[in-house]
């Protein structure tokens, strides 16, 4: 079944490859209503995507014959889906605003998801109105959470998008071993006034561990044992947060059916949930709840998540495009591609199907981008002209929260729409000949055209809208997966650098043994050792 209706995207591919992305607007003048999907006021435009109706529903064909929706129901029902790890995969409960049951083992998870938001909601409150206050009872003013991966990503993300709801106490993020990250951020703070959140689901990532651990002696440093009142966690590893001197009532849980890079939702929130309030927070929620029960309830061929996943398939196994872009016209969602990148890679970036043969066909691709307009300036003269056809997806807001700043907006709208226009319309040598005198100069100015992206628009970047978009991807990714038969909820191809680290740390340190290693290795710990000041 799923042969054939690869057989016959495989011919749809041949025809779009001979076809102009143009020509599908002008036989079909009702194209962007057909080609378009929403909820509520946020819109996915995929008619710029080099794909007819039957083609589409070819995809949509493979979506219900790989069994897209049985194993949608199956995650949203608690079933282990992540076979590797045996677990459950219910980020979706930590947003289930309905509150209707959600079984794990026989057991409702429910109870425990809202004790978890209720306590992070009352230390949220209690840390803004500073009746939790620092040791020498004044409020805290800054936040630094400490973390990596899915426990860093999210927060970084959310709260630099909800930037214009922050009234709290300031976030900042600590994520990288580097020393020169602790340094730079401890740098301008205060310890008396700063409240460090440890953010690991394991609590072993060395990391995070290693960062917590300078935190510590630098707080300690200043206000001696008091300084433990200055530390809270986040993790599903509570003998290991106690261990490290946290107090329980500031350790914030979670389980293991929360991939890290899906926990955003939960505890992990906590710093954005401290910058914006629990109300705000409860709106990114609600809004993630609603893509939720979109994706469960709508038809296939009018599910947004569904048809950004189709069109992924189609783009990476129909068309052959090894990457795609994400460009959002949304300054404040600058961090969002660095979000996708883990959100998107880490879970589909897999070489074998669920029951470890290895896979038939290409699967997650790179994914990678930056905002608009600053992208225009930089990278887009390769997806415009270069060799790889990149598909582009573009996001914008209909309204900026800067009202005296209208103008800016407009021009921000009026970049982003111009380049997919540019993308799908190019330019041929004989219009390119037109714009120069010397004719020598007429091939470089040749745009190919037929570049495909997809438009999303919303009216206005709030808690809500950012719920919703990060949902739409998470989504998506699902679907990707099962369609690739990947699973795409475990992370096996981070361990083996992780092992061979522990492994190098004593010959950086000058220790015996480099002669075991590899020519580049040893060559390279020789050359380090020889710099080493
Ligand atoms: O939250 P932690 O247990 O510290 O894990 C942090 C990150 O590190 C791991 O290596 C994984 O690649 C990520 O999926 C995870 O989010």
Known sequence: MADRIWEALA???????????????DGDPDRFRGFSVSLGDMLLDF???????????????????????TKRDAMFRGERINVTEDRAVLHTALRNRANTPVLVDGEDVMPGVNEVLGR????????????????????FTDVVNIGIGGSDLGPV???????????????????????????DVLADLDPARTLFIVASKTFTTIETMTNAKTAKAWAAESLGAAADRHFAAVSTALDKTAAFGIEPERVFGFWD???????????????????????????????????????????????????LGLIGVWHRDVMGYPSRAVLPYDQRLSRLPAYLQQLDMESNGKGVTLDGSPVSQPTGPIVWGEPGTNGQHAFYQLIHQGTNVIPCEFMVASNGHEPDLRE???????????????????????????????????????????????????AKLDPYTLGRIIAL????????????????????????????????LPLVKGGEGAESKDGSTAGLLGALAALRA
């Open 11 to 25: 011919r749809a591919g041949a025809q779009a490859e001979e076809r102009s992305l143009m020509s599908l607007f």
């Open 257 to 307: 059916w929360v991939g890290g890079r899906y926990s955003v939702w939960g505890a992990v929130g906590l710093p954005v949930m401290i910058a914006v309030g629990p109300e705000n927070f409860l709106d990114f929620l609600a809004g993630a709840h609603a893509m939720d029960r979109h994706f469960q309830e709508a038809p296939l061929a009018r599910n947004m998540p569904v048809l």
């Open 120 to 139: 992070m909601s009352a230390f949220a409150s209690g840390i803004r109105d500073g009746s939790i206050a620092a040791s020498d009872g004044r409020p």
């Open 473 to 504: 991807y998470e989504h998506r990714v699902f679907v990707e997966g099962v369609i690739w038969d990947i699973n795409s909820f475990d992370q096996w191809g981070v361990e083996l650098g992780k092992e061979l680290a522990t492994a190098l």
């Open 408 to 458: 800016h907006h407009e021009l921000l709208i009026a970049n982003c729409l111009a380049q997919s226009e540019a993308l799908m319309r190019g330019r041929d040598l004989a219009a390119a000949e037109k714009t120069v005198k010397d004719p020598a100069l007429a091939p470089h100015k040749v745009f190919p055209g037929n570049r495909p992206s997809t438009t999303l628009v919303y």
């Open 157 to 183: 993300m959310a709260t630099l998008a909800l930037a214009p709801y922050a009234d709290g106490p300031k976030a900042h993020y600590v994520s990288n071993v580097d020393g020169a990250h602790i340094h």
């Open 47 to 69: 008619s710029k995507v080099n794909i007819d109706a039957p083609a589409l529903a070819a995809l949509v064909e493979l979506a219900e014959a790989r069994g897209v929706a």
